[in-house]
């Protein structure tokens, strides 16, 4: 591997950490017809399974669009992840918290595609409020 090896495969390592168990997220394929659509995952969870951790795997697909939205930029690559975000938490099901290098953070919600239908107008709008009110906080400190 050299330093100019800018795969998405290493993307979001050692970024997005477990707040199940703590561990950092690794890249896995869910089968191999899907290769295409890789997924990142507990590192714990892959090795020992629920009883160790009840976390959840995450679509690559949206981890990058969610970076979009939250950078608001249109297309993303390792370096500008890498300037912007310190780390990616995954306190619960359909919750990532970005915490970017600038010193805020950003609560972000998501549903899995199939499911997209069940993501109503009002979670959106609640989750922008209360990512406004945290960067509200943050600029008085
Ligand atoms: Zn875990």
């Not at 997220?25 to 191999?32: E, M, Q, S, W």
């Not at 912007?84 to 938490?89: A, G, K, L, T, V």
């Not at 953070?105 to 406004?132: G, N």
Request: charge should be positive; hydrophobic fraction near 30%.
């Amino acid at each position: 591997m050299t330093s100019n090896y800018y795969h998405s495969q290493k993307l979001f390592s050692g970024l997005i950490v477990c707040g199940c168990c703590g561990a950092a997220y690794v890249r896995k394929y869910t089968n191999i017809k899907n290769s295409d659509r890789p997924i990142w995952i507990c590192g714990q969870y892959t090795k020992y399974g629920k009883s160790v951790c009840h976390s959840q795997q995450i679509p690559e697909t949206i981890l990058i669009e969610k970076v979009k939205e939250v950078l608001g930029l249109p297309e993303i690559n390792q370096t500008i992840v890498q300037e912007h975000i310190s780390r990616i938490m995954v306190p619960e099901h359909n919750h990532l918290i970005f915490e970017l290098k600038n010193g805020s953070s950003v609560d972000v919600f998501w549903k899995h595609p199939s499911r997209r239908l069940s993501w109503t107008d009002e979670m959106r709008e609640a989750a922008r409020q209360k990512t406004l009110m945290r960067y509200r906080k943050e600029e008085k400190l």
